[in-house]
């Protein structure tokens, strides 16, 4: 690398934007590279969808309320910026599915809607005897052929029936993507599951074989970890360690022109930045506007996004006239109910709500019944505890409720998500080189996923930073 400082603007500060910014510049200052690193941010916060509202002893999450501990990135950060004193794994606990009504335990042995343990399937009330005698093909049904990608839901209703699929599967896959298990990749979601498929022909008898025997431990931790402070701690500290200067909030980046041998970013405040990097870490409908020159883009905007919404309840846990020992439940497609799932997070996560109180929070928004995200608070918590008091006596109204709204927040990885990404980031590394898409947008929703991101386009942004950039503009 020349001795020249060179400029590397990350655009976006959510946690990707953030994880690219705090370990790129731990790598300046560690390394001493000749490099200076910006991050822009369109809103006044860093964070993006983890905000934390901590009031009268509760602890709100808006956004994501934890990350799967057996992914590393997300305890390395908290590690980094001091907090793993404030990390606890959630309270294990019954989980359920709500079918026609009812609330049905997922049936134990269950990898993500699997059955790997046949007596609780067999048992379960989830299904009729023939779904079960249809799930029962699995074990005699061929891997499934096929070129390139195909839905989750084609995989797992060949595997397994539909009766399967709407009552167990869709609940649970849905729940984590907000999204259509017939419209969603399966090759970008879950993978996994094909190759166990195609290894062992049948997927419960090859769930079984790869699924760690801890999972069926008794006493097992819970596999989600989360910070007693809040995640918007994590948000909190990692900003502080922030260069000073380096961040600008409130300011978008309203185009990226090619400029010889870098690149310039015309900000909406009429500023112009010069970088010889960029990592873009916004949401994928934001990027055909900011690269308006690059038809290659164009597939992004018909990538979908569902908007969600939250909605907290805090409650007298004496309030909750008919509990049930658990710690939350999803809902059948099927059923006539409009919240989505329903977390009894005074259980699941027990620093969340006082001595005495008790939590509530539930979700609403799927692909193609958005409408319900539009309402006023007063109305999503009205159907909220409506649908509530169909399952569960709660008496009065909430002490206070919390609505959190996230519109086109969930990108939808349809059939054929990494065909075109990978084709994308192809003609980006010929026609923008020095330029790496990061985000939830691209490879992996969760916080780790995210993080994960961040630091890969850390690496990509220091080799390419390495390589003579005017070899590099030649190839083009």
Same mark, same amino acid.
């Given at each position: 690398? @020349? ?60 956004? /994501? ?29 019954? @989980? ?22 046949? &007596? ?30 195909? #839905? ?5 209703? &060949? ?87 380096? +961040? ?19 900000? @909406?405040?009429?500023? +112009?930045?010069?970088?010889? #990097? ?9 990027? %055909?506007?900011?690269? %308006? ?22 409650? %007298? ?43 509530? &929070?539930?979700?609403?928004?799927? /692909? ?51 065909? &075109? ?13 020095? +330029?790496?898409?990061?985000?939830? @947008? ?35």
């Amino acid at each position: 690398m @020349s001795d020249k400082k060179k400029t590397v603007v990350v655009i976006g500060g959510g946690i990707t934007g953030m994880a690219a910014a705090y370990y790129l510049q731990k790598a300046i200052r560690e390394q001493q590279l000749p490099i200076e690193c910006k991050l822009i941010e369109a809103t006044h916060r860093l964070g993006g969808k983890v905000q934390t509202v901590i009031r009268d002893g509760f602890v709100i999450e808006r956004g /994501p309320d934890s990350f799967l501990a057996r992914k590393q990135s997300a305890f390395r950060l908290v590690r980094e910026v001091g907090l793993q004193d404030q990390i606890v794994h959630n309270a294990t606990g019954k @989980s359920y599915i709500l079918v026609n009504g009812k609330l049905y335990p997922i049936p134990g042995g269950s990898v993500m809607g699997i059955p790997t343990k046949i &007596r609780p399937f067999v048992m379960t009330g989830l299904f009729s005897p023939i779904g079960k005698l249809r799930a029962a093909f699995d074990f005699i049904l061929p891997p499934t052929k096929v070129e390139g990608d195909l #839905s989750l839901g084609q995989f797992f209703r &060949r595997r397994l029936g539909d009766e399967v699929v709407e009552n167990l599967i869709e609940p649970l896959l849905s729940g984590i993507y907000a999204g259509d298990i017939d419209q969603l990749s399966l090759m970008a979601t879950f993978p996994q599951f094909f190759h166990v498929e195609q290894k062992h022909g049948s997927l419960v008898l090859g769930t079984k074989r790869t699924t760690p025997k801890q999972e069926n431990q008794k006493h097992k931790k819970g596999i989600f970890q989360t910070l007693t402070t809040g995640l918007q701690s994590l948000v909190d500290e990692v900003e502080k360690r922030l260069e000073p200067g380096s +961040v600008l909030k409130g300011i978008r980046v309203d185009k990226i022109e090619r400029h010889h041998t870098n690149y310039r970013l015309i900000l @909406s405040s009429g500023d +112009v930045w010069e970088a010889d #990097s960029i990592v873009i870490a916004t949401p994928h409908q934001t990027v %055909p506007g900011m690269l %308006p020159d690059y038809s290659f883009f164009e597939p992004f905007k018909a990538i979908p996004s569902t908007s969600v919404a939250t909605v907290a309840l805090a409650f %007298p846990e004496n309030a909750i006239e008919q509990d049930i020992d658990g710690t939350g439940f999803v809902v059948s497609r099927r059923s006539d109910y409009t919240i989505t799932a329903c977390t009894w997070t005074h259980k699941k996560w027990p620093h969340t709500a006082p001595k005495g109180k008790a939590l509530l &929070r539930c979700y609403v928004g799927r /692909p193609g019944d958005e409408a319900i995200v539009e309402q006023s608070d007063d109305e999503i918590v009205n159907v909220a505890m409506d649908d509530l008091n169909k399952i569960m006596r709660i008496n009065g109204r909430p002490e206070f409720a919390i609505v959190s709204r996230w519109k086109e927040a969930m990108p939808q990885y349809i059939v054929g998500h990494k065909e &075109r990404l990978e084709a994308i980031k192809s003609k980006m590394a010929k026609q923008l080189p020095g +330029v790496f898409l990061a985000g939830s @947008s691209y490879e992996g929703l969760g916080l780790p996923d995210c993080i994960d991101q961040g630091e890969e386009a850390v690496k990509k942004v220091l080799g390419y930073l390495q390589v003579n950039k005017q070899t590099a503009i030649e190839v083009n």
